[in-house]
């Protein structure tokens, strides 16, 4: 057994096209104005052609060996969180292993939306606690401008595409603290995105199209979010003030300043990324994460809590001794 699993390299990949507010405006009825004072958003990345989840996890796994200085082989469990898999079979993960030159390891993945790269890495820290991983390849990718429909100006203004990527290895230090991951279906009918190919008569004319009621789940996050902060710092006994940075999923700039204030935070020790990457659904968190520590905000030693919200709806958090 192992005492705890510890964050050794992140990655990141955002494809080439950046598309503005002022583009969208050009072909739904908003602002450049609306969108980022309700949102926060000002642009997103948009996927190449060419592209896919596999593709861009690869380049942001590769990062993420870089600077952990591990080899491809010494991996032993990969997770990918996608709600957008180049296919529905073989699991994005196991693409990704082949592009990885990786034979002998478990690889697969983790459908949760948004909050797909907590439960990820739930996931993996209890493989690794438990001594069946010694090194787990997280990652999140997504092309979310696939899945959203360009003429629905409630959604398509939100989301953006791309890839984060976390190596987690064994230690005898302190790394991940605690994650807390939740699940109510619930919610189903105010937050999804149907599966055309898989649908019953009755929903056969469905497009496969993210739908939203956006202000509801607006509140329904705000809210649970804000529970979980407590859960987690009351599961480690720990203060608001024990906690250095807020790597929050990327979804609306107004849920992610009620988080803060939650915990007393200047939105200085939050890691916002969403100005110029939008919601990438279960790749934010590690997108996130990835620029916090790559440009030196997070320090080796400081306390992390990671948080997400999605589609389920499916919520957690993550406490990490980096
Ligand atoms: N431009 C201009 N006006 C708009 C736009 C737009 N892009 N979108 C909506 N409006 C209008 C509406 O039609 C409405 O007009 P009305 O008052 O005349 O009816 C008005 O603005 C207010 O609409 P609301 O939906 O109440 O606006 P709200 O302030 O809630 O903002 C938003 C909408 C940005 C979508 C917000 O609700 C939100 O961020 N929701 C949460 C998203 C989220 O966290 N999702 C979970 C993760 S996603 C995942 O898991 C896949």
Same mark, same amino acid.
């Given at each position: 057994?192992?005492?705890?699993? @510890?964050? =050794?390299? %992140?990655?990141?990949?955002? #494809? +080439? /096209? !950046?598309?503005?507010?002022?583009?969208?405006?050009? $072909?739904? &009825?908003?602002?450049?104005?609306?969108?980022?004072?309700?949102?926060?958003?000002?642009?997103?990345?948009?996927?190449?052609?060419?592209?896919?989840?596999?593709?861009?996890?690869?380049?942001?796994?590769? @990062?993420? =060996?870089? %600077?952990?200085?591990?080899? #491809? +082989? /010494? !991996?032993?469990?990969?997770?990918?969180?996608?709600? $957008?898999? &180049?296919?529905?079979?073989?699991?994005?993960?196991?693409?990704?292993?082949?592009?990885?030159?990786?034979?002998?390891?478990?690889?697969?993945?983790?459908?949760?939306?948004?909050?797909?790269?907590?439960?990820?890495?739930?996931?993996?820290?209890?493989?690794?606690?438990?001594?069946?991983?010694?090194?787990?390849?997280?990652?999140?990718?997504?092309?979310?401008?696939?899945?959203?429909?360009?003429?629905?100006?409630?959604?398509?203004?939100?989301?953006?595409?791309?890839?984060?990527?976390?190596?987690?290895?064994?230690?005898?230090?302190?790394?991940?603290?605690?994650?807390?991951?939740?699940?109510?279906?619930?919610?189903?009918?105010?937050?999804?995105?149907?599966?055309?190919?898989?649908?019953?008569?009755?929903?056969?004319?469905?497009?496969?199209?993210?739908?939203?009621?956006?202000?509801?789940?607006?509140?329904?996050?705000?809210?649970?979010?804000?529970?979980?902060?407590?859960?987690?710092?009351?599961?480690?006994?720990?203060?608001?003030?024990?906690?250095?940075?807020?790597?929050?999923?990327?979804?609306?700039?107004?849920?992610?300043?009620?988080?803060?204030?939650?915990?007393?935070?200047?939105?200085?020790?939050?890691?916002?990324?969403?100005?110029?990457?939008?919601?990438?659904?279960?790749?934010?968190?590690?997108?996130?994460?990835?620029?916090?520590?790559?440009?030196?905000?997070?320090?080796?030693?400081?306390?992390?809590?990671?948080?997400?919200?999605?589609?389920?709806?499916?919520?957690?958090?993550?406490?990490?001794?980096?």
């Amino acid at each position: 057994m192992t005492k705890f699993s @510890k964050i =050794l390299g %992140t990655g990141g990949y955002l #494809p +080439e /096209e !950046i598309r503005t507010n002022d583009d969208i405006s050009q $072909t739904v &009825d908003t602002s450049d104005s609306w969108i980022f004072e309700r949102t926060g958003i000002k642009s997103r990345r948009i996927a190449g052609a060419d592209e896919t989840a596999s593709s861009m996890g690869e380049i942001a796994a590769r @990062k993420a =060996l870089q %600077t952990a200085q591990l080899n #491809p +082989e /010494e !991996i032993d469990l990969i997770i990918v969180a996608t709600g $957008t898999p &180049d296919r529905v079979y073989p699991s994005t993960a196991c693409l990704l292993q082949h592009r990885l030159g990786i034979k002998n390891c478990v690889a697969f993945d983790i459908q949760a939306a948004c909050s797909g790269a907590i439960f990820a890495l739930s996931v993996a820290d209890q493989y690794i606690k438990s001594g069946t991983a010694k090194h787990a390849l997280i990652v999140g990718s997504e092309i979310c401008s696939r899945i959203v429909d360009w003429t629905d100006r409630g959604t398509c203004i939100l989301f953006g595409d791309g890839a984060g990527a976390l190596l987690l290895g064994a230690s005898e230090e302190a790394g991940v603290l605690s994650t807390h991951i939740f699940s109510d279906g619930g919610y189903e009918d105010m937050l999804f995105c149907p599966n055309p190919q898989a649908s019953t008569e009755a929903n056969k004319n469905e497009a496969g199209f993210i739908t939203m009621r956006g202000n509801e789940v607006f509140k329904i996050a705000v809210n649970t979010l804000e529970r979980i902060v407590d859960e987690t710092l009351e599961a480690n006994n720990l203060q608001k003030s024990d906690v250095d940075w807020l790597v929050p999923h990327q979804a609306n700039i107004r849920i992610i300043s009620a988080t803060a204030k939650k915990l007393k935070m200047s939105l200085d020790q939050v890691v916002l990324t969403l100005e110029n990457q939008g919601n990438t659904s279960s790749a934010s968190v590690l997108l996130a994460l990835h620029e916090g520590i790559s440009d030196g905000r997070i320090r080796r030693g400081q306390v992390l809590l990671m948080e997400a919200f999605g589609a389920g709806f499916t919520w957690g958090s993550a406490l990490i001794k980096y």
